[in-house]
């Protein structure tokens, strides 16, 4: 399996919930479209971003299908889950096809043992001078 990493995006966020643990209340929002480089290449470029209150991140990723990848389905996170610091979680994805069907199960790595193809969202928590930040994606 070939696997590519972005270089991530970072956010800072200081609100607690009555726990007193921090909490990201916002909405993780992103376009994906088909683009043409220079040599006439079709490929995808992935816009997202964290959005709040308290302003925005966002950055734009490259994604190289492979050739025949003719049908692809969303992938999302299907309830709200706690992740302790240095770890992540799967929230978003696409998953695709060279077949005429494809299989989705009720998460998304269930999903992603059965894909063709797959592109996904992982968000991942550290502590940096008590704050936490959001910087792997």
Known sequence: MKTNYSSGMGTTFQGKNNQGEYQYDGDFVYSLQDRYDLNGTVYSELV???????????????VDKPVGINMTREM??????????????LVWGLQGTDKQQMLSYSSI????????????????????NSLRYMPRI
């Open 48 to 62: 997202y971003a964290f959005v709040s209150e308290s302003g925005y991140a966002s950055t734009a990723v490259r």
């Open 76 to 89: 999302r996170m299907q309830q709200k889950e706690k992740i302790p610091l240095d770890e992540s979680a």
């Open 109 to 128: 790595a269930e999903t992603l043992q059965s894909a063709k193809w797959a592109m996904v969202v992982r968000i991942g928590f550290n502590e940096i």
